[in-house]
């Protein structure tokens, strides 16, 4: 009875399915029904790659705004407290202010114009006043920089590197330049150096940009733009300024290699949001400059801690952190454009080059760089600028790319010799701007309100006598 039952139905259903046939070819239009499914199909398809892309962006933008944290670290605590431990016990309330106030007065600039004069397109040399407080940048993405993250995102990870690269000359004029004097320094030089030079660089029609620059530079996250300018700024206040009393015939050691020792660790952690952050997407471009950094930093640690241990017998905590910091310098403008090998190599000559600088170098020129920002960020970011264009390779990071869009070798191993000579031109411009600017605006902040400190207040520290402070109270 059961299989009887079965046989009817399916004879019925074929049935069916003959005479709906013969009439949907007859007619040359699917039903309704059909219709509808095709369409729902398509409709589908459209929404999950809307959904696709929004994953992307969503994903994309969270790593960038850690990335920024992660910058932001590296200023406050990270660099407050790698100065603030190398200074002597009554200046380190007022070495670490210098880096924090910093993160407050540059963020305002940045806001109101410095945003706008780097990333706007204007000229060659600076932006223009599009963006001026922050107009048109908001939710929606910057094609011309970053198409999978806000532009509000984009602006404040940006601004993090503003902070960090005027914190870093601080180095250079601990223990000895005023307060107010050391703020408006600082105000006139993200506009006259920093602004200028990163437009350059990395603003569109830039005279340096990678993209497009007359002069074709590779600058992955601020090798020229930061380190450079930073650290070439070092060394002309430590000159202009003079040397601290009683340099060099006094003992001036640190008063807490342990907040050294805590600051470079946490920069050293934060630099994975400075140079992997600089891919602007969470791809593998971006785990590329993760790992070149992270190599970079440990070979030259050890570069620097086995030159000073073959030099003095023995290797020193001061050193292997100030080597480590030297890694990271120097593999900044190179972090997306090699593999971890030549990361390596980076780092191992950047770290014994920056060693040379500090214990060679200095003395033999007798220049008083207090916590050695030239010796580390002016020398590495130099090297490594110029070893950039040896090492980049098209594998990493296809940037050039001819008419038909195949990609085009990018540095010297990769067969193009001529890149090396615009990493020159870059670091050339960069120094020269460096220099000039930093001058002109030491001598109008002389005029103004002084550089240096009266030599009473010296010797009684700038923790007291410009902030009222002391850093230590042993006595509670």
């Given at each position: 009875m059961r299989r009887l039952f079965l046989g009817l139905f399916l004879g019925l259903f074929l049935?069916?399915?003959?005479?709906?046939?013969?009439?949907?070819?007859?007619?040359?239009?699917?039903?309704?029904?059909?219709?509808?499914?095709?369409?729902?199909?398509?409709?589908?398809?459209?929404?999950?790659?809307?959904?696709?892309?929004?994953?992307?962006?969503?994903?994309?933008?969270?790593?960038?705004?850690?990335?920024?944290?992660?910058?932001?670290?590296?200023?406050?605590?990270?660099?407050?407290?790698?100065?603030?431990?190398?200074?002597?016990?009554?200046?380190?309330?007022?070495?670490?202010?210098?880096?924090?106030?910093?993160?407050?007065?540059?963020?305002?600039?940045?806001?109101?114009?410095?945003?706008?004069l780097v990333f706007h397109e204007g000229t060659r040399v600076i932006g223009s006043f599009g963006y001026l407080f922050l107009h048109g940048v908001g939710g929606a993405p910057n094609p011309d920089y970053a198409v999978t993250i806000p532009q509000d995102t984009f602006m404040v990870y940006q601004l993090m590197f503003a902070i960090i690269t005027p914190a870093l000359i601080t180095g250079a004029f601990a223990e000895r330049m005023k307060f107010s004097a050391m703020v408006l320094f600082m105000v006139l030089w993200s506009i006259v150096v920093y602004d200028p030079m990163a437009h350059m660089v990395w603003g569109k029609g830039g005279l340096l940009n990678a993209a497009g620059g007359v002069v074709p530079t590779l600058d992955f996250a601020g090798g020229t733009v930061v380190h450079i300018t930073s650290g070439v700024s070092a060394l002309v206040c430590a000159l202009y300024l003079g040397k601290r009393l009683g340099f060099p015939h006094e003992a001036m050691p640190p008063h807490s290699v342990v907040l050294s020792v805590i600051g470079a660790c946490l920069l050293w952690v934060g630099w994975f949001g400075f140079n992997a952050g600089s891919a602007l997407t969470a791809g593998t471009l971006a785990s590329s400059a993760f790992v070149a950094t992270h190599f970079a930093a440990a070979a030259a640690a050890l570069g620097w801690a086995f030159a000073e241990w073959w030099r003095n017998g023995k290797a020193s905590v001061l050193g292997a952190i100030s080597g480590a910091v030297a890694g990271l310098v120097a593999i900044t403008p190179a972090a997306g454009f090699v593999g971890p090998m030549s990361a390596l190599l980076i780092g191992l000559i950047a770290g014994v080059v920056c060693y040379l600088m500090v214990s060679k170098v200095k003395g033999r020129f007798g220049y008083d760089d207090s916590l050695d920002a030239f010796g580390v960020h002016g020398a590495g970011g130099t090297v490594g600028a110029l070893l950039t264009g040896v090492f980049a390779v098209r594998a990493i990071n296809p940037i050039f790319k001819d008419a038909q869009g195949n990609a085009l070798a990018v540095g010297l191993v990769d067969g193009n010799a001529h890149q090396v000579l615009n990493q020159f031109a870059g670091v050339a411009m960069a120094w020269v701007l460096a220099i000039v600017g930093t001058l002109i605006i030491l001598k109008i902040v002389d005029a103004l309100v002084g550089l240096r400190v009266e030599a009473e207040h010296e010797v009684q520290g700038l923790d007291l006598s410009q902030h009222g402070e002391e850093g230590y109270n042993l006595e509670a």
């Open positions: 049935a069916g399915g003959a005479a709906v046939a013969p009439s949907y070819a007859q007619s040359g239009s699917a039903p309704s029904g059909v219709a509808a499914s095709g369409a729902s199909v398509e409709q589908q398809m459209s929404e999950l790659r809307q959904q696709v892309a929004e994953a992307r962006s969503s994903g994309d933008n969270a790593w960038m705004l850690v990335s920024a944290a992660l910058v932001l670290m590296m200023t406050g605590p990270g660099l407050a407290l790698f100065y603030g431990g190398l200074v002597r016990k009554k200046n380190v309330l007022a070495t670490m202010m210098q880096s924090f106030i910093l993160m407050a007065v540059v963020t305002v600039l940045w806001a109101l114009f410095g945003y706008s």
